[in-house]
């Protein structure tokens, strides 16, 4: 229960979160979209985090260290592809 009850609150902070932090950098006009993009990440990451976070990573680095890792790339190229093509 306590899994499904961080899904959900995850869902709608984290996708608020980096969208605007992602308005705030490049278009406020946009925030929804950026809302939207961030939260099918956050379903994309929830569905393939149990195939990335495996047994060498585990001994290396805790599950919040390696989910602030994967935003980080991701939020990343998401920026170098905002600023490239548009």
Known sequence: MKKIIFFIIGFFVVPMIMGGI???????QDYELYVGFWGSVYLLIYIIFPLLYRKTIKQKMSKPAFYMLIYAVLFIVTSLSLICFN
């Not at 992602?22 to 406020?28: G, K, L, M, R």
Request: net charge neutral; hydrophobic share 55%; proline share 14%.
């Open 22 to 28: 992602t308005a705030f950098v490049f278009t406020p």
